[in-house]
């Protein structure tokens, strides 16, 4: 099972994104789990961006992106989205979704990586 982050693209600094976050077919229930979102721009380690716990009702967020992305999920449509408004150069990335049992920024606790999606901020 792999979930399957899109929505990525070219977008200009200061403009906006919406990334979602599926099973991809495979039946795996989002809800079941906390979902993160992470990123990994060129040349550079991975880095948590973001999770929201099972009930939605918990939400964190890195530092960087603090203030201009928003996570939600819809557990009718067994997605999770990543909003991503004010964008910067510095947010060009590749950008994953994973699931965790816990609610944590801890990437050693999330599975069902898949491939992520490509966000180029250009200025």
């Given at each position: 099972v792999q979930l399957q982050a899109s929505g990525g693209g070219l977008v200009q600094a200061g403009g906006?994104?919406?990334l979602s976050c599926t099973s991809s077919g495979s039946g795996f229930f989002l809800g079941s789990s906390a979902i993160g979102w992470f990123r990994q721009a060129p040349g550079q380690a991975p880095e948590w961006v973001s999770c929201i716990s099972r009930s939605g009702g918990g939400k964190f967020y890195a530092n960087?992106?603090?203030g201009r992305f928003t996570i939600s999920r819809d557990d009718?449509?067994?997605?999770?989205?990543?909003?991503?408004?004010?964008?910067?150069?510095e947010d060009t990335a590749v950008y994953y979704c994973a699931a965790s049992i816990q609610f944590?920024?801890?990437?050693?606790?999330?599975f069902n990586w898949g491939q992520g999606t490509v966000v180029t901020v250009s200025s």
């Open positions: 906006s994104l919406r960087p992106v603090k009718a449509n067994n997605t999770v989205y990543l909003q991503m408004d004010s964008l910067k150069d944590t920024a801890q990437s050693s606790e999330y």
